[in-house]
């Protein structure tokens, strides 16, 4: 009997279930904006609806002055003289490496910008995937039910 009632609230739980999907349009090269809104903000967001008992999926996409922050070898690019940045960078790499394990968020970059600013693929995080451009991943994941949300 328990188990039956066990396998009833489950699939009213999941019945009842919604699926949040956001993709974050990822342009600002301000390291406070991108702490605060991706760094901490998406975490907080998934956690909110998490707790409402829905699933969340998240995807960013990166261009504009955002390459900065998913640069594993800064001295190969314009970056490296960035000291701020230079300093901070092991954390802003770990937290990244953080909330894309937990949270299993999905991060596309640019191409055709990081070609323009002289990024090789070899210079990115493991967990970041190369795309065409950015507005063809901004298309697919909108195209694909996901909430636009911009972080400029």
Not at 19 to 47: C, M, W
Not at 53 to 67: C, L, Q
Not at 97 to 116: L, V
């Amino acid at each position: 009997m328990r188990f039956a009632l066990f396998i009833l609230l489950f699939v009213v739980t999941i019945a009842f279930a919604d699926t949040k999907k956001f993709v974050i349009d990822l342009k600002t090269g301000d390291r406070e904006a991108f702490s605060n809104q991706l760094l901490v903000g998406v975490p907080g967001t998934i956690d909110y609806f998490s707790a409402q008992g829905d699933t969340v999926e998240v995807a960013v996409v990166i261009h504009g002055e955002a390459y900065k922050f998913f640069v594993d070898n800064l001295d190969n690019t314009q970056y490296g003289l960035d000291k701020s940045l230079v300093e901070h960078q092991d954390v802003i790499h770990k937290r990244l490496d953080e909330i894309e394990k937990k949270y299993n968020i999905h991060f596309d970059i640019c191409m055709s910008g990081m070609h323009k600013k002289g990024i090789l693929t070899e210079d990115l995080y493991s967990f970041v995937t190369p795309i065409k451009s950015a507005m063809v991943g901004l298309v697919k994941w909108q195209n694909g039910g996901f909430s636009y949300i911009p972080i400029h």
